[in-house]
């Protein structure tokens, strides 16, 4: 990444642009091209693209970025999302397969990568549950975003590495649904109505106010932009949270949980 950087910061100023003129070429922040010349974020291949384009590098950074190493446990269809998430000040997600990453304590995300297949090995296990604890921390900011859950009451039946670390992890469900700024609330069972039958999904407000939309499948993610696009699942979620219990009756279901386990 450093080395990809390197070239890109080559090619720019051989090519009389500066960091903000760049970024206001493609609508990105100054911010942005300097974190990716400093080698801290990934270049993607559709920037990488347009950057040969402009800088008329012929395809010297999309040849670059092919023959990266693959030594990134975070697969690169799933970067784009992270580094977003990051900047992200408002976040919504509505998931109905298993706990929300921001909300896993340890030994659930060591339950849930050890249910992957094919399967990890244990170093790389441990890479990931690392890897997810310190995505944890945006809720922990000083200026935390302004973040909200809706998870289905399956999710909450299933006892992914045993009890005790099902009770650990509603445990941690119920701290987290006393902090200020995070709202969570249950979908529950038996509803006669389901506005999110299609599957989890995330919603991103950027500094800049932009919306975005996130969906994960088997075998890769969808980072949406398109307003079309945001604004369906838009109204899906706010659907959602008519459906789920409010807070406080979301709050009552988690200690019913937490005693009953």
């Known amino acids: 990444m450093k080395m990809v950087g390197a070239l890109l ?22 911010q942005q091209i300097a974190s990716i010349e400093q080698g801290r974020r990934p270049l993607k291949p559709d920037l990488a693209d ?3 384009d402009l800088l008329d590098t012929k395809g010297a950074l999309t040849a670059a970025l092919a023959h990266m190493p693959e030594v990134d446990l975070v ?5 784009e999302y992270l580094d977003r998430e990051r900047e992200a000040i408002a976040i919504s997600v509505y998931d109905s397969l298993a706990v929300p990453g921001q909300l896993q304590t340890e030994a659930y995300a060591r339950a849930v990568f050890r249910s992957r297949v ?17 995505r944890q921390e945006i809720l922990h900011r000083k200026v935390p975003p302004t973040t909200s859950f809706v ?10 590495g045993g009890t005790e670390v099902y009770i650990e992890q509603v445990r941690k469900l119920r701290e987290y649904a006393d902090v200020p700024g995070v709202s969570i609330q249950v979908l529950p069972l038996g509803r ?5 039958l299609d599957g989890p999904f995330v919603l991103l407000e950027t500094p800049e106010h ?22 369906i699942l838009t109204q899906k979620y706010a659907m959602l949270r008519t459906q789920a219990l409010n807070t406080e009756d979301s709050r009552a279901l988690l200690d019913r949980l937490r005693g009953e386990a």
């Open 151 to 160: 998870l289905w009451e399956a999710l909450l039946k299933d006892r992914l």
């Open 75 to 79: 697969p690169l269809w799933a970067e």
């Open 210 to 231: 932009q919306r975005l939309a996130y969906m994960e499948t088997q075998r890769g993610s969808h980072l949406i932009a398109d307003p079309d696009g945001v604004g």
């Open 9 to 30: 910061a080559t090619f720019r100023e051989a090519a009389g642009h500066t960091q903000r003129s760049l970024g206001e070429h493609f609508v990105v922040s100054e």
């Open 192 to 196: 006669s109505s389901h506005a999110g």
């Open 50 to 52: 347009q950057l040969d």
């Open 118 to 134: 094919p399967v990890y090995d244990e170093d790389e296990i441990e890479q990931l549950v690392a890897t997810r604890m310190e």
